[in-house]
Structures are given as structure tokens and as C-alpha cells.
């Protein structure tokens, strides 16, 4: 049984587009039967917070190739544990903290500007 | 890759960059059909960012490419003229300041500092080029479209300004999406000069890609890291479907393959730096078109300003004929993607007109060569042919 979780998610590089042009979004995960993880997140953001176009965010259970999502400032893809697992290589076997910050990053994240001379 | 340079100049950095950068912002709202409010407050988004940088500044909006000079089109000598007298004096009063502002000073704004915008486009302008973008049936011929204009624009900003180069923030990610994306729309032969890179088709005005070595996750992860501010615009094809555009697909392509495979966007790159020596030579033979028979003096300005294209003046020409196609006139100065996409325009008369008055120039030009060229001194000749003024 999962207590419910706070977690601030934020959208970034043309993300927000697809959720009103909100970047920052304060949300409590309601507590449930199993542990929260990233793809149970992505699952609820979907329903609650997106407004349009789930294709663009969502491919299967994961993010869109392209999309890159960040959870405290680190890279999911190298987050091999899930949330609220033992991560590998921890010898006391603790949990992972629960993210406080989630981040997803569009693909469009270059600014349009040239230098010169 | 603004962050990066200025990284490089600041005082603190161990190899400290030696030139003078400016920044071109380019105002695109009107392609990509923003509304006035929605472009001025992406503006003004804009100019907090520039102005917090430091450096000189330019805005300019797409609408002024129906303003710009037949002269963009044509490949100018090494050397800007005209303006080096004003860059001197504008380097020389920029590395003063430098210097009196004093240590741990540098991104200070510069009132002196040219930080230019001619005026918001007139209303006019806008339309135009609404009309014009409207006018193309395909998503793919308006991002290729919107791709030239912009270069061009830049190109007459550097050029006006007394800039030798034009640094673009395309990272290995794109330039890989980029690659793949000109080879099904037949640009394969300037793929070295469109995803190399240094760029130098157009003489004066080098365009280089720093970026290049850089995957987009690199550039997302530097920018949150430190804390680099952001703007985001919509392009022209924000939220389209995956199948809306050839460039679409190709990303939707790349960034899948990408998520299987690793080593997708890295072994594209690596196929970039072979294309660099290879197609070059490939873009030279054959940017002879048929019909353009004897080398102009220009030979490497129809593969340099591609997307040339231009109506036949033919009431204004006496040369031409009555019955002649003005259309084909245009499509003949064109190399074969800009062809392709041209089959998306269903008429030529929204182009901006200095690319309508280059193409019939060199199309009247192509046409009195063959009456002229016994006349014409060839570079090789050491004396002058007889019956020559």
C-alpha cells in the first residue's frame, strides 16, 4: 500500500504546449494498492494533467522517443531500479527517496538564435 | 550554444574564445501563425534574454525577406565591403569598453552596442507572407520554404553588419534528422555544406555548426543543469501528426531508432563527415543543368542559392519570348529538391521578389551568353581576344 506522494512535475522544451502552456504542476499522487513508479506517474499525468494529443506524450507505457524525463535531476533511462526499490549496488537495501521533482523535456529545446562574426 | 560562448569569453575560462559575437533573432510568428499579442510577448521574452547576455543584438521578422536584395542570392567575395571601416570601429569600441568595464564585468549591456530592429513588419508584409505560406499544400515544402527564407535573411543580416560568420545551434540529433530528411527529398548533393560543418557556399558569410558533436539530451541536460534560460516558440510544425511532413517522419524515424539503438544518431553523424568530402565534389558536376549550357562565371552560384526562383519578367524583357512559360524559367534556375518542392506551389506570385528578380537576371544572363561568349575574357586567358573594348 502505497501513502499518498507529493511530487512537483514540470514540463519544459514545448512539453507544455500539450498541457495549457503550464510548465509547473504541484500534484498528490492519491495512495493505492501498489508502489508509485514512473510508469504508474506517467499513466496518471495523462489522465489528470493532460489537456490534448495523448499521442504526442505517450507511446505505449513509456514517453514519446524524444521526450526526455527527468527525476530529480537525473536521467530516468539510467535509473534502473524503480521508485521505491532498492537500487542496485546499495548494500543496506534502503529505498530510493521519492522524487520530489520530475521533469519533462520536449524535444524542442534549442533556442532559435545564430551568433556571428 | 549562446551559454557556450559565453562561457568562452569570459575572463574565467582557460582557452578564451578571440572574437566578437552578435545574436539574430529571427521573428517567424507570421509562418507559423501566431497571433500579434503571441509574437510580441515571445519577443519580449526574447529581448530579456538578449539583453541579459550582452551581446549586440538584432531582431529582425520573417516578413523582411520581402525586402531583401536580388544580391543575397549571389555568392559575394571573401571580404565584406563597404562595412569594414564601421566593424573596426564597432570591435575596437567593444574591446575598449571590455576593458574599462574592468574584471567580472563582461556580460554588461552595452548602450552603444548596435542592438538593432527596423521596425515591426508593416501589416502588409505580414499578410504577404501569410499569403505566401498559406499558398503551399504541403507541411514539407513550408518547412523547406521557411528553412531558405530564414537563411537568407540571416545571411543579409550577417552581411549587412560586417559578420565573417554565423555560428547555428543544429545538434547531432538534428543534423541527423536533417541528413536523412534531404536524401528522401533529392538535396543529396549539398549534404556536406547542409550538415557539415562549416557552410561556405555563400563566399563571404561562413556558416559553421558548432553544435554538431553535441546530442540533443547533451544540450537538454546543459541547459537544466545550469540553469540556461530558455525560449520556447512554436514552429511550423508543432503538434503536427507524425506523418504530417517528410521532416516529422524522419524525426519520429531517427528518435525511435534512437531508443532501440543507441549508436542510431551517432553512426548518422559519423556517415555526415564522410558526405563531407564525398558529395562535394558529386554537388559540383552536377549543378550543370541541362539547359545551362556553357559554364557561367558564377558556376557555383546556382548550387549556392538553390532556392532561386523567379517568374519570367517576359512583358519586360525583350529577349524572352511571348510564349515562353514564365514558370519554367523559375524552375530551370532550381536545384532538384527545390523542384520538387516547387510542384507544392501553385503559383509563383507570392515569392518574395528578390527571388523573382535573380531568377529572371540569370535566366535573361543564360540566354545572351551563348550570343556573347566569343567575346567574353575567360579566366584562363593571359591576352585580351581580339574585337574586345
Redesign the interface.
Known amino acids: 500500500m502505497a501513502a499518498p506522494l507529493s511530487v512537483e512535475v514540470e514540463f519544459?522544451?514545448?512539453a507544455?504546449?500539450l498541457f495549457d502552456g503550464v510548465k509547473k504542476h504541484q500534484v498528490t499522487l492519491p495512495g493505492q494498492e501498489e508502489p508509485w513508479d514512473i510508469r504508474n506517474l506517467l499513466v496518471w499525468i495523462k489522465k489528470n494533467l493532460l489537456k490534448e494529443?495523448p499521442?504526442?506524450f505517450i507511446q505505449g507505457d513509456s514517453v514519446?522517443?524524444?521526450i526526455?524525463v527527468?527525476i530529480n535531476?537525473a536521467?530516468w533511462e539510467l535509473l534502473e531500479a524503480g521508485w521505491g526499490q532498492a537500487a542496485p549496488g546499495r548494500q543496506d537495501g534502503s529505498p530510493l527517496l521519492p522524487p520530489s521533482l520530475l521533469?519533462v523535456?520536449g524535444?524542442?529545446?534549442?533556442?532559435?538564435?545564430?551568433?556571428?562574426? | 550554444m549562446l551559454w557556450q560562448v559565453l562561457e568562452g569569453l569570459s575572463r574565467d575560462s582557460a582557452k578564451r574564445l578571440r572574437f566578437v559575437p552578435g545574436v539574430v533573432y529571427a521573428d517567424e510568428g507570421a509562418a507559423c501563425g501566431q497571433s500579434p499579442e503571441d509574437r510580441a510577448k515571445t519577443l519580449a521574452e526574447a529581448k530579456l534574454v538578449l539583453q541579459t547576455v550582452g551581446f549586440p543584438w538584432h531582431v529582425v521578422a520573417l516578413e523582411e525577406v520581402f525586402s531583401l536584395p536580388p544580391s543575397v542570392l549571389r555568392c559575394s567575395a571573401r571580404e565584406p565591403v563597404g562595412t569594414e571601416g564601421a566593424y573596426k570601429a564597432a570591435v575596437d569600441s567593444f574591446l575598449q569598453q571590455q576593458h574599462a568595464l574592468g574584471e567580472g564585468q563582461q556580460s554588461q549591456p552595452c548602450p552603444q552596442h548596435p542592438q538593432t530592429r527596423a521596425g515591426p513588419p508593416t501589416a502588409g508584409q505580414t499578410e504577404a507572407l501569410s499569403r505566401l505560406f498559406n499558398s503551399v499544400k504541403t507541411l514539407t515544402a513550408k518547412e523547406e520554404l521557411l528553412q531558405t527564407l530564414r537563411t537568407h535573411l540571416i545571411l543579409h543580416v550577417a552581411r549587412t553588419h560586417g559578420y565573417s560568420k554565423v555560428m547555428m545551434g543544429d545538434s547531432c540529433t538534428r543534423l541527423a534528422i536533417k541528413l536523412m530528411t534531404s536524401l528522401a527529398l533529392g538535396r543529396g548533393a549539398f549534404l556536406a555544406w547542409d550538415t557539415g560543418f562549416s557552410d561556405e557556399r555563400h563566399g563571404d558569410v561562413v556558416v559553421v555548426r558548432p553544435m554538431r558533436e553535441h546530442t540533443l539530451k547533451e544540450v537538454a541536460f546543459y541547459n537544466r543543469l545550469f540553469a540556461v534560460p530558455s525560449i520556447f516558440t512554436p514552429a511550423v510544425d508543432t503538434k503536427a501528426p507524425e506523418k504530417a511532413s517528410i521532416h516529422r517522419l524522419m524525426e519520429a524515424f531517427i528518435l525511435r531508432l534512437q531508443a532501440q539503438f543507441p549508436s542510431t544518431v551517432s553512426t548518422v553523424y559519423s556517415s555526415s563527415l564522410l558526405a563531407d568530402s564525398a558529395t562535394a565534389f558529386g554537388a559540383q558536376t552536377s549543378s550543370q543543368l541541362p539547359q545551362t549550357q556553357p559554364p557561367v562565371a558564377e558556376a557555383e552560384a546556382p548550387t549556392a542559392s538553390c532556392c532561386c526562383t523567379g517568374m519570367g519578367g517576359a512583358r519586360q524583357c525583350c529577349r524572352m519570348e511571348e510564349d515562353q512559360d514564365p514558370r519554367a524559367h523559375v524552375i530551370e534556375q532550381l536545384c532538384y529538391g527545390c523542384r520538387v518542392n516547387m510542384k507544392d506551389l501553385p503559383s509563383l506570385d507570392p515569392l518574395p521578389p528578390y527571388i523573382l528578380a535573380e531568377a529572371q537576371l540569370r535566366s535573361q544572363r543564360a540566354e545572351a551568353e551563348p550570343q556573347i561568349q566569343e567575346y567574353l575574357l575567360e579566366d584562363h586567358e593571359d591576352e585580351a581576344r581580339p574585337g574586345e573594348s
Open positions: 519544459g522544451g514545448g507544455e504546449l494529443r499521442e504526442l514519446r522517443p524524444g526526455l527527468l535531476d536521467d521533469e523535456l524535444p524542442q529545446c534549442l533556442q532559435q538564435l545564430a551568433l556571428g562574426k
